[in-house]
């Protein structure tokens, strides 16, 4: 009754493949003991834990353990050493944990990781940012803490209002790294990617730091940097959560410009107020905004690290900001032991 219930169709047939293979690696040994060690039985307790759902991997751990007994009480094909039955059972027990966390999820064999990468996929998705005029270019790098494949830094952008001449964009650094920042960021990303363009500019942020309440997540805060350009004019708004300062490339002048707008963190103070910095984007100007990866460094002035990014920054301006953004990244970056982003935004130049 019990394996009527819990043994399903789908695994019965991986099940009867696996059992014949625990017993070839019981019988192998026979034939050359060399090439076919007792310690061959983990292949079908791995392949195992991975396509078999708890009550039919039970079963093959069951059957495996009745081959290595009765080789123990026989001595034939081999011996059974103390050796190969500790290694059979401490892989058995670190397959079965896996498979129970699998289990848990409702997933089979390597669809857990699939799931990630498309979910991964789907959050850089999200930061693709909307076909620009031809006077307007975009640049956009994302970054990981350690190379990993999840970053708790995103983008999320629009481009509709007024007639598709206001593009609006926002970088959130949501707090932690890795994973666990980046399932977080996951979930930001798509809340945050149907707020944005939908809300007047300045509604954006209050209703991003509303729903990071609402989540109740023990470590949910996060920062944001948000602007608001109009395409025609170069007219731009910057809005800011607790993030370090956007900067501004005045090209009649040849310099950057800090531009730093009052804001607390999302998901920190219930009800909180934004207040943003305005200017203008001219011909030649640009926009560049960045995480705290770019430019935090432990010991070290924040300001310092600003200094170093846009002196690293103006070195472009030879190239004409070509592929700018992955350039500051590579040669600027504070830590890379934390999630980096930048974002570079420029107008291009009168060419007449």
Not at 6 to 27: G, K, N, Q, Y
Not at 311 to 333: M, N, P, Q, T, Y
Request: proline share 6%.
């Amino acid at each position: 009754m019990w394996a009527r219930h819990t043994l399903l169709p789908s695994d019965r047939f991986v099940l009867v493949v696996l059992l014949s293979l625990v017993t070839a690696c019981a019988l192998l040994p026979a034939a050359d003991a060399g090439w076919f060690p007792v310690t061959a039985l983990v292949i079908p307790v791995v392949v195992g834990g991975l396509l078999l759902r708890m009550p039919s991997l039970f079963l093959l751990y069951a059957a495996t353990a009745g081959v290595l007994l009765a080789q123990d009480r026989t001595g034939w094909p081999v011996d059974v050493t103390p050796g190969a039955v500790i290694v059979i059972t401490v892989v058995a027990v670190i397959v079965m944990f896996v498979a129970r966390i699998r289990t848990r999820l409702g997933l089979q064999a390597t669809r857990g990781e699939s799931m990630l990468f498309d979910l991964r996929d789907r959050l850089r998705a999200h930061g693709v940012v909307p076909q620009l005029p031809p006077q307007w270019q975009s640049h956009v790098v994302l970054r990981p803490a350690g190379g990993q494949a999840f970053s708790g830094d995103f983008v999320v952008a629009t481009r509709g209002r007024r007639g598709g001449r206001m593009l609006e964009i926002a970088l959130v650094d949501v707090s932690g790294k890795g994973l666990d920042a980046g399932t977080r960021a996951l979930l930001l990303s798509g809340a945050f990617g149907g707020l944005i363009g939908s809300l007047p500019p300045r509604g954006f942020l209050p209703a991003a730091n509303d729903y990071l309440l609402r989540q109740g997540w023990p470590e949910g805060f996060a920062t944001a940097v948000h602007i608001a350009v109009d395409l025609e004019t170069g007219a731009y708004e910057l809005l800011s959560a607790g993030h370090p300062p956007g900067a501004h490339w005045v090209a009649n002048s040849g310099r950057w410009e800090i531009r730093e707008a009052e804001g607390p963190l999302l998901g920190v103070i219930p009800g909180a107020e934004f207040e943003g910095v305005s200017g203008v984007l001219g011909p030649g100007d640009a926009l560049l905004l960045f995480t705290d990866g770019m430019v935090e460094v432990p010991g070290q002035d924040i300001s310092v690290g600003i200094d170093r990014l846009l002196g690293e920054a103006e070195k472009l301006v030879a190239d004409d900001f070509a592929d700018g953004a992955r350039r500051i990244v590579d040669s600027a970056s504070g830590n890379v032991a934390d999630d980096r982003a930048v974002i570079l935004l420029r107008r291009i130049g009168n060419t007449g």
